[in-house]
């Protein structure tokens, strides 16, 4: 007979979350679970379904095999335990408990643990970057469970110890002279059990929330620059103490500058004629504009430095520079006269040759012993 697909018997769709998926595991497995089914045949079968679907989609490796190929693809690695016939998935699953994989701690009841860290994703402009701002973030984050003041249990009742491992939260597996520990897979590590579970929490113990929190932003913070907000992340569990929230910034692209490390960048069109008559020009920085002196005969790509005038560093009091580079634009939408005085004006430039134009003479003498060099090798392969 065809098993039934895992994301069915955990009432899941595919595309289901970590969370969601852990969520739903947790309610199933109380409702079919032997201690409160008893000489209940059905019910201790759909909790071995129950377990063995989560078993297999809680493992990334295997979720991702059984998505790609079904039950095919995960034969043999799930449900089997360690004695029962399992192959390197088998061993697997107790070496990640072991040495922390998919949380298997094994503290015994009543251990604490420590929070999840988060991580926020903060998008500032270069602005607010540079002189430092304060936000308001709005944050999805797990807290105990005032019901139940994070016990998981129901008011009334209490967890009780688990019978698989005495609650320990681990037990001792041995195959011949090999023997290791992993986490008990009655009560997954608590070392307790909940036959009648909070209603607000779902017997997690903890509930989601949202916050808001208000970040100080320093001057000078960076893309890939984080800020660490103590005890602000998930709540902790069996009153351990709550993980971090870790605030990543992200800069926003600018529409004049770009930013590298404490220097800023930027483009400047000119006229043809300001910058082979010289002239000054006023360029915008963060602080507000400057004047720019451009020497006659500037050329194009030229960049000038503006010292002082880029970012001050987050980790020290030096200040990065603007960095400015010269674009010759060309004209458009010339009228008639402007056309004429230009072709005025080139003929005159022709006929200073050289002494006017000393890069165009030169790449053109380069491009021809290009071609002098290209045909005479011709010419010797035709002789040859």
Not at 197 to 216: H, I, M, Q, S, Y
Not at 255 to 283: E, W, Y
Not at 290 to 295: R, S, T
Request: hydrophobic share 30%; net charge negative; aromatic share 8%.
């Amino acid at each position: 007979m065809s098993k039934q697909c895992y994301y069915e018997i955990l009432s899941v769709q595919k595309n289901c979350s970590e969370g969601e998926l852990k969520k739903s595991y947790r309610r199933m497995a109380m409702k079919f679970h032997p201690d409160r089914n008893p000489d209940n045949e059905e019910a201790e079968h759909k909790f071995k379904e129950v377990k063995e679907a989560y078993e297999i989609l809680s493992d990334s490796q295997k979720r991702a095999a059984y998505d790609q190929f079904g039950h095919a693809g995960v034969d043999g690695s799930g449900g089997a335990g360690f004695g029962g016939g399992a192959g390197f998935g088998g061993f697997g699953d107790i070496f990640e408990d072991i040495f922390g994989g998919r949380g298997g701690q094994g503290g015994g009841a009543n251990a604490a643990y420590r929070g999840s860290d988060m991580q926020y994703n903060l998008e500032l402009t270069l602005e607010e970057a540079v002189f430092g701002t304060t936000v308001d973030i709005r944050i999805p984050t797990k807290k105990t469970c005032a019901a139940c003041d994070g016990s998981g249990a129901k008011e009334g009742s209490t967890p009780e110890t688990c019978g698989t491992c005495q609650g320990q939260g681990q037990v001792r597996i041995q195959q011949g002279f090999f023997a290791v520990q992993q986490t008990c897979p009655h009560c997954q590590g608590a070392g307790t059990t909940i036959s009648d579970p909070c209603d607000t929490c779902d017997g997690e113990g903890r509930v989601e929330e949202n916050k808001t929190l208000e970040v100080k932003i320093p001057e000078g913070v960076d893309t890939g620059d984080r800020i660490r907000l103590s005890g602000e992340g998930e709540a902790g569990i069996n009153g351990g103490p709550a993980g971090d929230l870790y605030v990543q910034m992200h800069l926003k692209d600018h529409a004049l500058f770009s930013r590298d490390a404490n220097n800023l960048h930027c483009v400047m069109p000119v006229r043809f004629s300001q910058v082979a008559l010289g002239g000054t020009i006023k360029v915008p920085t963060l602080s507000g504009e400057v004047n720019l002196k451009i020497p006659p005969e500037t050329q194009t790509g030229k960049v000038f430095r503006l010292r002082g005038k880029g970012v001050k560093s987050v980790r020290s009091s030096s200040v990065g520079d603007l960095l400015c580079k010269i674009e010759v634009e060309t004209p458009i939408n010339l009228t008639s006269k402007q056309k004429k005085l230009l072709e005025q004006f080139e003929a005159a430039l022709a006929k200073g040759g050289e002494k006017h134009s000393p890069q165009q003479h030169g790449w053109g003498d380069k491009a021809r012993s290009f071609f002098d060099n290209v045909k005479d090798w011709f010419d010797a392969e035709k002789e040859g």
